[in-house]
């Protein structure tokens, strides 16, 4: 996909982070922008500052863990804008820092409700709403699925393993597309640290999937541990800077979009190294 004028971009997760870097960078472009979130205020806001830019927006507050919501969330757009060219698929959350630290028979059951419904159901939810439509129209498109760097290498944390689920959907979506002959292409984004509040994704967890974790319940050494990650990511990739990737991507149809830091790629190059080999997984310290 070359030329964006004109056409018409719907971002989940939009009103913060990379979502809201996103609807920019697509605005600047001249793209019409549907923005969802499911926060009312912050996408008020969202809508007055990408609006900002001369193009047309179109906010919709959106729970994707609640199919009839992005259901909602596609029948206005195509209504309002006739059809839809690009989706970014990328609202997410994750219950603390130290959810990702967590064993899989330790973290709650709720952890794992909540940050699937949301990480991955989210997910298929927009391809099952907006791709059908897409196809039918006949138009060029691209769907981008935000997963994490945590869906390309290994933990049995709520999180990791709903990211690992968006990146196994998303390429076999760009296969059926480029098998199909199909107009359309898809992208998936395994970010590592970005500036984002993400770490603060429980302001919006439902009271039934269970309460906000309790830093002071932690031991000391995952309550340690927690505090570096948060500063680390604070100093992340801005999103901005992953916003600019994820259009060069739709441009040249890249698949992997991977803006992670250098110790990162390291670690995914020696677990991709283990397979190929037949090695069992290396345990980094």
Known sequence: MKDFAGKVAVVTGAASGMGLAFAHRFAQEGMNVVLADIESEPLAMAEAAVGAHGTKVLP??????????????ADAAFTRFGNVHIVCNNAGVTASAASLRSRAWESPLSDWEWTFGVNFMGVLYGVRAFVPRMLAN?????????????????????????????VCLTEGMYKDFKTMG?????????????RTSILDAERNRPPELGSRTDMAALTPEVREWSETFEAALKLGIEPETVAGMVLDAIRDD???????????????KLRMQDIIEGRNPTILG
């Open 60 to 73: 919709m507050r959106t729970n994707v863990m609640s199919e009839a919501d992005v259901s909602r969330l």
């Open 254 to 268: 890249q698949f992997y979009i991977i803006p992670a830091q250098p110790e990162y790629h390291e670690a995914l």
């Open 138 to 166: 006949g138009e060029e498109g691209h769907i981008v699925n935000t997963a994490s760097l945590a869906g390309l290498l290994t933990g049995e944390n709520p999180y990791s393993v709903s990211k690992h689920g968006v």
């Open 182 to 194: 199909a107009k359309l292409s898809a992208s998936v984004l395994c970010p590592g640290l970005i």
